[in-house]
C-alpha cells in the first residue's frame, strides 16, 4: 500500500487549506486512516482520524477549525483546515490502519508541508 499526499503550501494566518491523502494498493479491512503533524524540533502528534464508519476525533488544538472526512470510494482522506494559525506550521503526514488477523498494519505517506506566515 501506498499512501500519496498533497495540497500542502504557504497561506496566510486565518487562511484554509485542504490536504489530500489518496491510498493504492490492496486496500482490505481499513480500520481508520489519520493526519499527523510534525513541527521541527517537536514531536509527530495526531491532529485527526477517521474511522472506516466515519467517525472523527480531533486534537484539542484543531477542534472547531480542522474537518477530516473521507471518500471510500476513491480511497482518500481529506483535512480541510480552516482558521489556520502559525503554529500550524509543520510537515502533515497522513496515516492509514488496517486490521490483520489479531493486530494492525500501519502505512505512512511521505508528508506535505504546511507554512502558516504573512
Known amino acids: 500500500v501506498q499512501l500519496q499526499a498533497s495540497g500542502g503550501g504557504l497561506v496566510q494566518p486565518g487562511g484554509s487549506l485542504r490536504l489530500s491523502c489518496a491510498a493504492f494498493?490492496?486496500?482490505?479491512?481499513?480500520?481508520?486512516m489519520a493526519w499527523y503533524r510534525q513541527a521541527p524540533g517537536k514531536q509527530r502528534d495526531l491532529v485527526a482520524a477517521?474511522?472506516?464508519?466515519?467517525?472523527?476525533n480531533y486534537a484539542d488544538a484543531v477542534k472547531g477549525r480542522f474537518t477530516i472526512s473521507m471518500d471510500k470510494a476513491k480511497n482518500t482522506v481529506y483535512l480541510q483546515m480552516n482558521s489556520l494559525k502559525p503554529e500550524d506550521t509543520a510537515v502533515y503526514y497522513c496515516f492509514l490502519l488496517r486490521n490483520y488477523g489479531l493486530g494492525h498494519l500501519e502505512n505512512w505517506g511521505q508528508g506535505t508541508l504546511v507554512t502558516v506566515s504573512s
Open positions: 477517521i474511522t472506516y464508519d466515519g467517525s472523527p
Open positions: 494498493g490492496n486496500m482490505y479491512s481499513i480500520n481508520r
